[in-house]
Every structure is written in structure tokens, then in C-alpha cells.
């Protein structure tokens, strides 16, 4: 490190040519002694400013992730609308519930497995179970699949979105009509099934608790319809809930972020293309459960997902080099 400013050359005729005079090259030796003498304290004092700022850090870290507020017994007797119920996060939030002694409306496009997944809720001890199948590319569905559920249960307090459409992973995803089908399924439905239970919803000072993925906030390859469904999504979301901080009604809305769904149909649509691991489904919907329990902003599962989110906003444009480690880019490209 350079201190001060000194003269540049010496006054010509001095030994004949230009170049650092001799003052100039003791105050040059003077101020870099004094730096080499205010070196170590200067440096001690960035090492303690650093240690200082990742133990805050930490403790911030820690504090998130282990206030624990859950109180189970208040999910007890509390009504449940639950789409994309049938297999993976959906089933397993579905048996979590149903131990909790919540009564229940399940939905599903298969009926077949809907019917499995409602006998089973029933064996673990929920009150009150009902399915309706439906089929939510239709933009009928959810007008019929909310009536359904204020008809049987009397009113809601929580709204769990989860159900998915996913196209193949690869280059024919970005057409026109897979673009429109993913966007009625994993977009459209959510905004028609929020606008129909919100007044239901504000009755009960209940919960929406959204379901999402990593691809609505940091987007990668060959995803590109479904990655802009879950941005909208979380744009939906995020500004309804100022909306409703704004009006002072007091319904929660949870988004969770989870990683690759646990489910056949999801891993069989980026099979040979991501290398990514499916996350856990009874671990992944007992976190959603209880962020929505506790009226969380958000969740992350795995946790790491935070860290990911935040990193965006450091790294806006990954290298290809960590795009390809995820990635089958060959595999890909002739999907």
C-alpha cells in the first residue's frame, strides 16, 4: 500500500538525466516504513471486522433456522384445501395433515390415486376427508374445486397449492403451446384458485401456503416455460401479500421453495437431462407444513436454497462452466 503522493521525477540536470531524485527517494522509504510499521494493527483490524461480520451472519443464520414457534395441536381440526394431492410432496403433506387431525379436501387429475391416498389419511385419523378430481389445465376446474371444498368443510383456513404440470426438460419446451399449457396449469390456476377461497380465507384469518420451486427464483437452462410460471408466481404472491398488509386483512402467505420433486412423473421429465437430486417428501412437506403453521414468509428446502437466492443477487450471470454441472447439455438439446 502506497501513502501519500511524492514529487514524480527529479529536477532535470541532476546527474544528468530525469528520474526519482534522492528526497524523493527517502520520503519514499519513510512512508512506506511507516506503512510496513501500521501494516499489522491495519490488518488485525480488517481479520476482527471480518470474524465480527461472519459470526453476526452466523447468528442471523442460526436464529432463522431454529426459531421454532410450530405448535401442532394447532392444526388440529383446521380445514384444508389440498391440490396436486395424489403422489410426492402432495401425498405426504396429505398424511401430515391427516395425523394432525385436520379435515381435509384433497384434488388431483387422477382419481385412481386420489381415492388410495384418502383411504390411507383416513386409517392415520383424519376427521373429515373428501377428494374431488380435477384437472386443473381446464380453467373451469378450480371454481368447481373451491365450491367443492366450502360446500363439504363449511369455509378454510389454509389453502395449499401444489399441484404441477411439467413438460419435458429440453429445447421443444419453449413452444407457443407448451408455454400456454404450463402457464394455465402452474400459473393461472393458482391465481383463479386464490381469488375464489380469499374471501373465505379472510373470514378465518387463515393461510396460503404456495408451493414453488428454485427455478421461480434463479433460472437455468431448458426450463424456460416452467421457470417463467414459478417467477410469476412468486410475483403474484409477493405483491398480494403488500396488498393484503396494505387493506389490513389478515391472511398469511407462505411461499416454500423446494428443490426436484419427489415424484415419478417429475424425475421421468428431466431424466438423462438434470443431475440434480430429488428432495425427501416427508421431510420436504413436513417443512412446508410447518412454515405454514407459523405464518412464514418463506421457506427453503433444503436450507441451502436460501444461500442459493441470495448468491443471485451477487452472481446475476453464472459461468456455462456451473450451468454444465447440473446439466446433460447433449441430452438436452435433442430432447
Aim: proline residues 5%.
Amino acid at each position: 500500500m502506497i501513502v501519500g503522493r511524492w514529487p514524480r521525477w527529479w529536477p532535470e540536470g541532476q546527474g544528468g538525466r530525469s528520474g526519482p531524485g534522492p528526497q524523493c527517494y527517502h520520503q519514499m522509504k519513510t512512508h512506506h516504513t511507516g506503512v510496513a510499521v501500521g501494516q499489522p494493527a491495519l490488518l488485525q483490524a480488517r481479520r476482527a471486522m471480518k470474524v465480527l461480520l461472519l459470526t453476526g451472519l452466523g447468528a442471523l443464520l442460526f436464529a432463522y433456522y431454529w426459531d421454532d414457534s410450530f405448535d401442532p395441536a394447532s392444526l388440529q381440526g383446521a380445514r384444508v384445501l389440498l391440490t396436486g394431492a395424489s403422489a410426492g410432496v402432495g401425498e405426504e403433506l396429505a398424511y401430515h395433515y391427516a395425523r394432525l387431525g385436520s379435515h381435509l379436501v384433497l384434488t388431483a387429475h387422477a382419481e385412481a390415486l386420489l381415492q388410495k391416498v384418502v383411504g390411507n389419511c383416513r386409517k392415520l385419523g383424519a376427521p373429515k376427508v373428501f377428494y374431488i378430481a380435477a384437472d386443473m389445465a381446464s380453467p373451469e376446474a378450480p371454481e368447481h374445486v373451491v365450491q367443492f371444498a366450502l360446500d363439504k368443510l363449511g369455509g378454510l383456513d389454509y389453502l395449499v397449492l401444489n399441484h404441477i404440470g411439467g413438460a419435458p426438460a429440453g429445447m421443444r419446451a419453449r413452444s407457443a403451446q407448451a408455454t400456454h399449457w404450463l402457464m394455465q396449469v402452474n400459473f393461472l390456476s393458482y391465481v383463479q384458485l386464490t381469488s375464489l377461497a380469499l374471501p373465505s380465507l379472510t373470514d378465518s384469518k387463515g393461510s396460503l401456503v404456495v408451493v414453488s420451486t428454485l427455478l421461480g427464483h434463479v433460472p437455468t437452462s431448458f426450463s424456460t416455460p416452467y421457470s417463467a410460471a414459478k417467477f410469476a408466481l412468486d410475483g403474484f404472491f409477493g405483491s398480494l401479500r403488500r396488498e393484503l398488509d396494505v387493506q389490513d386483512v389478515n391472511v398469511a402467505i407462505t411461499m416454500c421453495v423446494l428443490g426436484l420433486r419427489d415424484r415419478a412423473s417429475t424425475a421421468e421429465g428431466v431424466r438423462g437431462v438434470a443431475r440434480a437430486k430429488a428432495s425427501p417428501g416427508p421431510k420436504a412437506a413436513l417443512a412446508v407444513i410447518r412454515g405454514g403453521a407459523t405464518r412464514a414468509t418463506c421457506v427453503f428446502y433444503p436450507w441451502r436454497f436460501h444461500l442459493l437466492c441470495l448468491l443471485r443477487g451477487w452472481l446475476p450471470h453464472p459461468r456455462a462452466w456451473f450451468i454444465r454441472q447440473d446439466l446433460n447439455i447433449s441430452a438436452a438439446v435433442a430432447a
